[in-house]
């Protein structure tokens, strides 16, 4: 039986969503299986014909296909001179270097003539179909270079991971997302199902829409950079009402991210220039989780404001599978490890068995700035929120430069956290950073919540925004006000009704104050904006009101209008036996 070689092509973005769900199993001890590194790769393969397996030891596909790599590699090593090398690459371990060969799926297998690729393999991956494209492109040639032991990975042998009730396993393979790099366009008729087959990046605009218009080339840009990876999508809103209505799109353009389902949608609220555009895509297409070492900490910590480190036991796969689920909601930032190594446990005096969550930021590799303690009862509807509600709370650093790229993030953050801004001139910002990375830590140390998080802001460049909103100028900064950008108020004085000032105690007093709201306030808009808010939000809700309960409106409409004829008719019936009674008198 064969299969199209379109069978064989898994999209990164759907395959790491679910190939994530697996624990890290043991590794196997096999000498036969050659596993190559970035360090060897090239060289290795530089003389002769090579077949190389792509594989992560997380893939259902990869351990069911293992058997069979392992008797292929046995029958080649039997051979005198078989003509051809057999090689793996663990994908989860060495991303980059299966990246740059342009892996799309696992388990995927490349040829190789004398360092060169030379073709996918894109037959079925029985045994004898192997065996068979084996011999036609075996090329009888000079034993392999020595190659380095490398203490490897290899296939795990074949696990159940349960899921629930049910067993997990990886999905069965699909098509090639995004194969001609251009943007999918969806409408009534497919979007549904594109939003349900595999991870889709959609804009929602309007061809009227100028913000749309200017952003359309730089869309088109990324769908070509996305080529293979990820699919990029466009709705036209204005032959799409009732979609866009149903997907809550409320302007343009607007931009949601589909992890697979209509359930995991989340808009996407940074940047729109290019480079973070891309930055967004290859996030969410990249692996959902990595496996860290321990001698890879500090430079892991160093190199991410902000990441997670989940603790487990290996024989607790349950874990592993609802830490992934709930991660989806990060799309890759802050970055999700996982590791069951006791030296973790150790480091960060966590009791042995026990699985938890740490979030390490600011650089701090020694402690974690809070951690979550999965509970029995983290499986639980209650206990999912729970989670993806910890996940979303402490996925800031203590102090980062607030700006267009981070406003969003920072401002409309779920846990709504007061924010400080210090507004600061351009030559000044290095150092007032500086001072306001030095508060935020001691804060964090203090406190041990993420119910504040501390910025600095350019006002130079910012001085209309500042000036609107907190009444700062250019030329009065360095200002700090501490601001509740959910209900548009702002602190600028603390306890001592004293102006806030770039230091610990002042900053600390406000912001306590602020948290007790013992602090008098200031409104970031004037009455004729909050009205204006107010009457649009009441509006907006009965709109979705209706939109969300059709039949029940117009249940009460009915009502309605008959409530009112029967008044009308008793009104209209009294009326009439007054008047009669008038004549007869």
Known sequence: MKFSPAIM?????????????????LPVESAQLLVLTPENFDNTISQGVWFVEHFSPYCGHCRKFAPTWEKLVEETEQLADPGIHLAQVNCAVHGDLCQKHNIKG??????????????????????EFLAEYLSEHAEPTSPPPSVPQVTETAVPPAIVLQKDEDSYEAPAPSKDVNPNGSVLVLDNSNFYHAVAESPVFVKFFAPWCGHCKKLAP????????????????????????????????????????????????????????????????EKVSGPAVQELRY????????????????????????????????????FGSPPLYTSTSSHFFTHFNVEAGQSVILALKDGEATRAAASYILSPNANTKTGKDALVSWLLRHRLPSAMELDSDSFQEVMYASHKPLVVIAATPASQVSSVAQQVRQIAQRWRHQKGDDAVVFTWMDADKWEKWLKSMYGVKAETAPR??????????????????????????????????ALSRTIPYKHSENFVERMARYLNGRLIGIESYVTEYPWRVAFFFVVGLVAVFLFLRRF??????????????
Request: proline fraction near 4%; charge should be negative.
């Open 9 to 25: 092509q898994l999209p990164w973005s759907l395959l790491i969503s679910s190939l994530t769900l697996a624990v890290a199993a």
């Open 106 to 127: 696992y388990p995927q297998m490349n040829l190789y003539r004398n360092g060169e690729f030379a073709e996918e393999y894109g037959k079925s991956r029985e045994y």
């Open 218 to 281: 730089t869309w088109t840009q990324l769908a070509g950079l996305m080529q293979h990876r990820l699919t990029i999508a466009e709705v036209d809103c204005e032959e799409n009402k009732a979609l866009c209505m149903a997907e809550g799109v409320n302007g343009y353009p607007m931009l949601f991210y589909y992890a697979g389902s209509r359930d995991t949608k989340t808009e996407y609220t940074s940047g729109r220039k290019l480079p973070q555009l891309k930055a967004f895509a």
């Open 295 to 330: 001698d890879e900490l500090v430079a892991k910590v160093a190199e991410h404001p902000v990441l997670y480190l989940l603790l487990h036991s290996p024989s607790d796969p349950r874990t592993m599978n609802l830490v992934v689920e709930a991660s989806k909601v990060l």
């Open 480 to 513: 700090i006000v501490v601001s509740n950008h959910t209900r548009l108020v702002y602190y600028d004085v603390d306890q001592f009704g004293v102006p806030i000032e770039l230091s610990q105690t002042s900053i600390f007093s406000a912001v306590n104050g």
């Open 572 to 585: 209209l019936r009294d009326d009439e036996e007054y008047l009669r009674k008038g004549r007869l008198d």
